[in-house]
Structures are given as C-alpha cells and as structure tokens.
C-alpha cells in the first residue's frame, strides 16, 4: 500500500467571536472545523459535502495555510504542513493548489487572462523564466480547452464555464500534485457543470492529480470521488467508498442528502423514501450536545443527547458516526 499524500489528524479550527468597542472580549467560538480526520491517496479524490456553514471552506483554509489551524496535524508527503517556513512553505505553495467557486469573483477583472494565469510563475520564478512564460500560459490555455489565442482577452469576455477553466489553468500552472476544488461548479448552469467535472477528471488522469473534491451536493461529487466524508457542523459524521455512501448510507443526515438527489429513473424515483431535514443547521457557536445531528434525526433517542457517537467502523467497512447505525458484522 502507498503512503497518503494528505493525511490529516484531529483538525480544530475555532474562530473567536469578540465583542465591546474599546476592550474587546472573545464572548465565545465558532466552531468550524472540530476534530476533522482523513487520508488521501495519491491520484484519488475525496470527496467532502454537507450543508452551508459546515466547515468545508474553513478545512480548505486551513490546509492551505491561508488560515492557521487551533490544533491538531496535517501532513502532506509526511512533512507537517503547520511547521513549514520559508522555503519549505513556498514549495507547499507549488504542490497544492485551490480552485475556488465564484469564477465571477475569484478573477481580477483588470488583468489579462494571460497575466491571470502566469501570475504564479512571477512568484515561482524557478517553474517558467521569463521568456517561457507566454508559451506556458498558452499551453495551459489549450490543455483546459481554451482557445491559446484568447491570452489578451479580459475575464469578461469569457462565460462563467471558460472562467473556472481559467481558475482551473492557473491552479495547473506550478504542476501540483494535490488540488482543493472548493465547490467549482456550484455557481454554473448544470450543463456546463458537467463540462468542467469532465475536464477535472481529464486533467486528474493526464496529470496524476489527487483532490479534495468539496460540494454542498451528493450527485455533483459521485462520478468524480473515490472516498465520500460528509460533514455536520465541523465534523465528518459518515466516511467510505463512493460505493458504500451510495449504495448503503448508514448516517441519517447522509440518508437525508441522498433522499435530495434527483433520480434520473422514474422507476426508481417512486421506490425511493424522501426524508425532509427540519429546521436549519443549528449555530456553530452553540452546537448541539452529544450527536450534533439530533435536533433534525427522526432516530434520536435521548442517548443522542448525553453521548457524543464516535466516528467508528460499521457494516460495510466505512465510518460513521451515529449511535444507531449498524454495527460492523465480524467475519470470523
Ligand atoms: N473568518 C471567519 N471568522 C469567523 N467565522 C468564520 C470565518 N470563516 C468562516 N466562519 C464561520 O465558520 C463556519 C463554517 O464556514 P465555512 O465557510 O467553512 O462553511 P462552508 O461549509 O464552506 O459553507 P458554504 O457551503 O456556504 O460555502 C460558518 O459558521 C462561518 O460563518
Ligand atoms: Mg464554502
């Protein structure tokens, strides 16, 4: 078996919330990202849902170390992301990269397509000289499927799928070995969605690529994922294969995101029990006691109050983290 390329332990990521004008009082903590543990593989993708405000774009910060953590270790290729300095963190710049969702924002609308997508190579000098670039940028241009000859062209003049190939070039540039793809289709029309997740899965085999895949959907990560985790209020409550999320969810809540998927087969769509989520997320400042879940379960029983359920080993083989789910059957 190969090492991880990302492996990530007992991820706590607090934000203080401060109050008064002159003395500032922190009055309490949003509870972001709460004890978050996974591994990624090289070349796979993980996928990472759950509502808004879960935590998945602060567990992204983080790993880029765009935000620092509260606690707990991440490593990529064994060395400690939170440890590096200088050099060291440089290169982590190079080897993970971000792609962001808003492909309306995530632009600078002053700078030439061409200027967006060479501007790491001004940082990383090493990557392209100077008299390299402008072939390199073309080139990437065509590998995401734009025309090379649009280099001089503004971020308005391209459609919102041609500006997350953009974002999705720029992300190439450094050749990394690891992409965070914080919601890239989320703000697309459907049909142009299924462009980009072509070209994602594209670019994954040409290059070697792992990513951490992040959506608030179920049906936008499948064909993608080879592991799902799915987030509740900053922590992972249900992890496994594509096929054990699909096929056999044993959480409630990833019951319930599932019941949301459409059914392309009216044969199905008939068979299939809808499960509606009451209420809304509770907050992250205040969570829930014991199963952060509860308070929306139609299974809690007052165990789900008392004890928080460990993220354990059931059926299947994958984790969750519920005190009804089914146990693991031991095979003797
Ligand atoms: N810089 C910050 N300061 C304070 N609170 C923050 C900060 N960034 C995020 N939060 C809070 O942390 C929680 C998690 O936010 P986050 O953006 O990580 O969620 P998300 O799962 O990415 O949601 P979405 O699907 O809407 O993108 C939210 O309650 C959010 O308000
Ligand atoms: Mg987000």
């Not at 790491?120 to 025309?147: M, Q, W, Y």
Request: one cysteine or more; aromatic letters at 6%.
């Amino acid at each position: 078996m190969s090492e991880p390329i990302l492996r990530v332990e007992n991820l706590v990521k607090y934000f203080p919330v401060r109050t008064g004008i002159l003395v500032k009082r922190t009055i309490g903590h949003v509870k972001a990202v709460d004890g978050v543990s996974f591994d990624l593989m090289p070349g796979e993708t993980l996928g990472v849902v759950g509502e808004s405000g879960c935590g998945k774009s602060t567990l992204a910060q983080v790993l880029m170390r765009l935000e620092e953590p509260t606690s707990g270790l991440a490593t990529f290729e064994g060395r400690d992301i939170f440890a590096l300095r200088g050099s060291g963190l440089r290169k982590l710049r190079r080897e993970i990269q971000i792609v962001l969702q808003d492909p309306y924002t995530s632009l600078n609308p002053r700078m030439t397509v061409g200027d967006i997508v060479g501007e790491p190579f001004e940082i990383h000098t090493e990557v392209a000289p100077k008299g390299s670039r402008a072939a390199k940028v073309r080139e990437l241009l065509d590998v995401v499927g734009l025309n090379p000859e649009h280099i001089n062209r503004y971020p308005h003049q391209f459609s919102g799928g041609q500006r997350q190939r953009i974002g999705i070039a720029r992300a190439l540039a450094l050749r990394p070995k690891v992409i965070i793809c914080d919601e890239p289709v989320s703000a697309l029309d459907v049909s142009i969605q299924a462009q980009v997740m072509n070209l994602l899965g594209e670019l994954q085999k040409e290059f070697g690529l792992s990513y951490v895949f992040i959506a608030h959907d179920l049906s936008v990560v499948r064909h993608l994922s080879t592991r799902v985790a799915v987030m509740y209020l900053g922590k992972i409550v249900e992890m496994g294969t594509e096929e054990e999320i699909y096929e056999h969810p044993s959480h409630p809540y990833t019951q319930a995101l599932l019941s949301a998927v459409p059914v392309a087969d009216p044969a199905l769509r008939g068979q299939r029990q809808v499960i509606r989520l009451e209420g809304d997320v509770p907050s992250p400042l205040d969570p829930p006691s014991g199963c952060r879940f509860r308070t929306r379960c139609w299974k809690a029983q007052d165990i789900c109050a008392e004890q928080e359920p460990e993220l354990i080993t059931r059926a299947g083989g994958h984790l969750s983290a519920c005190h009804f789910a089914e146990e693991k059957t031991v095979v003797p």
